[in-house]
């Protein structure tokens, strides 16, 4: 199966603002794991996913009030039970927040269940995040 990219977008409003007057990093994280959880839930049933690890998200500069966050979500890495996905966020076009998270696919009783998947990486990009998502720490 080829890796597909996901894009969610969110208009950032006074509610989603820290102390700082800009975008607050657990309203980040929120969407961020969203963005996540959409690309993983789509090679599967949703039911069947639960996040087990968000592996970093690192900043590179703030967002304020009034910009449009772009999410671009992809599975880039599939175990026997786990999902590793890969997020940008960006704004106009400069990347604002990048990182991966572990999802693990699950039976309704929340026990690993094997899921099937196999992707096969298209670019050297693709193979770069594919082999950074194998070794990340658990």
């Known amino acids: 199966?080829?890796?597909?990219?996901?894009?969610?977008?969110?208009?950032?409003?006074?509610e989603d603002l820290n102390h700082h007057g800009?975008?607050?990093?657990?309203?980040?994280?929120?969407w961020f794991v969203e963005a996540g959880f959409l690309a993983a839930a789509s090679l599967t049933r949703p039911e069947n996913i639960v996040c087990l690890k968000i592996h970093g998200m690192h900043f590179a500069r703030p967002v304020r009030c009034g910009e449009v966050v772009r999410f671009e979500s992809k599975?880039?890495?599939?175990?026997r039970t786990k999902l590793v996905t890969y997020i940008e966020t960006s704004v106009n076009n400069q990347t604002v927040v990048k990182g991966f998270i572990t999802f693990i696919h699950v039976d309704l009783q929340g026990?690993?269940?094997p899921h099937g998947i196999t992707l096969e990486?298209?670019?050297?990009?693709?193979?770069?995040?594919?082999?950074?998502?194998?070794?990340?720490?658990?």
């Open 111 to 113: 026990k690993p269940l």
């Open 22 to 30: 800009t975008l607050y990093a657990g309203r980040t994280a929120e």
């Open 75 to 79: 599975v880039v890495y599939a175990g």
């Open 1 to 14: 199966m080829q890796i597909t990219s996901f894009i969610t977008h969110h208009f950032v409003k006074s």
């Open 121 to 138: 990486p298209a670019t050297p990009e693709e193979v770069a995040l594919q082999e950074t998502a194998r070794n990340l720490p658990e």
